[in-house]
């Protein structure tokens, strides 16, 4: 079989994973293919996710590399033997990776804990509050890829409501509650989806006010997801110049320590709904 030419953020994690194995148990990668019958190069394609990988493979690697972890080796044979490719793939040829690689994160995630100081979180906003962000993208983006940007969100925001949808956790500043993006319509339409989706099981949307005596922040956009174990937690950066996936078990956990704080400095979930329906109310 072929290597990939493209894989997926989820086969770029187990190379990347696997690979962290490898290095704890001191081993290079010449040691570990010989431990499999396999060169170098063979070793360096797994860990780039260019190279599938079977059950049986992943667990002779993991034990190759000392590893006792039961509960991290059997979620990384499900990376390595789920290979269907979800609906996001329809659109690697219209929109940017980072695009796909945050719905597949999405998409596998048991929980989720979002923060966002300026913007509505994307799996929480309306067709047209989108439609308002994306048109003022700099450099600016013609009709057509608009319109991808948009059908592209919905579709992530599919998984609020589907069958079994993980937890979802918004941690919004008041800031991003009086943006009148699109005018005062769009602006409380925005409101009201909010509230209605607050109200969900699994949904819980928490507000910073502006009165806090603390602001904690990463200064930009946070999503955090959780894994089936805590070394496969994944979080996203939304900055100014792009989007980047962190993975490193020192920077995931600094990050959870902020959304942590952030979070203290909330309106507990029935003030925070209370006050999104003042601010609605008043649009």
Known sequence: ?????????????????????RENAGLTARAAGELIGANQAHISNIETGRFGLSEKRVRTLAHNYAC???????????????????WWEEYRETLPRPFLDLAEMEHHARALRVAQV?????????????????RQVVPELRPHQVEYRISHR??????????????????????????RFGGREVARAQLDHLIKMSELPHITVRVIPFDGTVFPTVGHGLDYAYGPVQALDTAQLDAAHGSEL???VAQLAKYRL??????????????????????????
């Open 1 to 21: 079989m072929p290597p990939r030419r493209t894989p997926t953020a989820r086969q770029l994690r187990l190379g990347v994973e696997l690979r962290k194995l």
């Open 68 to 86: 006792t972890d039961t509960a991290l080796i059997d979620a990384l044979v499900d990376m390595a033997t789920h290979r269907a490719r979800g």
């Open 154 to 179: 919905i579709k992530r925001q599919a998984i609020l409501h589907r069958e079994q949808p993980p937890s979802y956790t918004a941690i919004v500043h008041e800031a991003a509650l009086r943006m």
């Open 246 to 248: 962190i993975d490193s």
């Open 118 to 134: 300026i913007n509505i979180p994307g799996l929480l906003q309306t067709p047209e509050h989108a439609r308002t962000l994306f």
């Open 258 to 283: 902020i959304l942590d704080r952030m979070q203290e400095a909330c309106l507990e979930p029935d003030a925070s709904r209370d006050l999104i329906h003042h601010l609605a109310e008043d649009t």
